[in-house]
C-alpha cells in the first residue's frame, strides 16, 4: 500500500474507532515512519477543523427523519427542486425563486435550509434558528454564505421555519480535500485563516 493510501486507511480506522467509543493508537499504526505520522496528522488535523467550524453531527445527520418539504413543494416565494443535504439543525433544498427580487432574479437557484420536524417540540431550538436567521440577514462577509430571507410554512408536524441562502457552485471543502493524496501546510493555514475570518464576522 501506498503512503498516502496507508494514511487515508489509519485516519479511517481512528474516526470509525472514535465514532465507537474506542481508543485507537495512530503512532503505534505509524510504526517508526516519521513521515507517515505527519501525512496522518495533517489529514486529521483538516477534518476535526471542518467538524468544529461546521458543527456536524454525524449520527443526527445519518439519522432517517421525515423530509419537511418534498421536491415541487412551494416554500414561500420558492419551489424545492431537490434535498442537497442534511445537519443537526435542518433539512437543506436546491429551490427555485419564483418572484423576481432586488438581488434575486425570477428562477434564480437558492438554498434552502428548513428546521428539522422532529425539533419543532424541543426547547430552544426554535429560538436558536430564529438566531442564525437574524443573523444572516445582517451579516455581509467574502466568506460566509449570504442569507437572502427567510419565514415559516405549515406542514405535518407544525409551523416550522425555513432560510434562504445563496446556492453555491462546485465541491464542498471536504470533497476539495479529500480529492488531494496530501494535503500541503501553505494549503491548511489559508484554509484555517478563511475559517476564521469567517466566524470572526458572524460572532
Request: hydrophobic share 40%.
Amino acid at each position: 500500500m501506498e503512503p498516502d493510501e496507508r494514511a487515508g486507511d489509519i485516519v479511517y480506522r481512528a474516526r470509525e474507532a472514535r465514532e465507537a467509543g474506542q481508543r485507537f493508537d495512530i503512532q503505534a499504526a505509524c510504526g517508526a515512519y516519521e513521515e507517515l505520522l505527519r501525512k496522518v496528522a495533517t489529514r486529521i488535523s483538516v477534518q476535526r477543523l471542518l467538524d468544529s467550524a461546521f458543527d456536524i453531527n454525524r449520527k443526527e445527520a445519518m439519522a432517517s427523519r421525515a423530509p419537511p418539504v418534498e421536491p415541487g413543494q412551494r416554500v414561500g416565494p420558492y419551489r424545492v427542486v431537490s434535498r442537497i443535504g442534511q445537519g443537526g439543525m435542518g433539512t437543506v433544498f436546491l429551490a427555485l425563486s419564483e418572484e423576481a427580487g432586488k438581488d434575486l432574479p425570477l428562477g434564480s437557484r437558492v438554498a434552502l435550509k428548513v428546521l428539522h420536524p422532529h425539533l419543532l417540540g424541543k426547547r430552544g431550538y426554535q429560538d436558536r434558528f430564529r438566531r442564525e436567521v437574524k443573523a444572516g440577514l445582517r451579516l455581509h462577509h467574502p466568506h460566509v454564505v449570504p442569507t437572502l430571507g427567510a419565514g415559516t410554512i405549515a406542514g405535518p408536524y407544525g409551523e416550522t421555519i425555513y432560510l434562504a441562502m445563496r446556492y453555491e457552485e462546485g465541491r464542498t471543502l471536504r470533497e476539495f480535500l479529500a480529492s488531494m493524496d496530501t494535503v500541503p501546510e501553505p494549503l491548511v493555514l489559508e484554509i484555517a485563516r478563511q475559517v476564521a475570518a469567517g466566524l470572526e464576522g458572524i460572532h
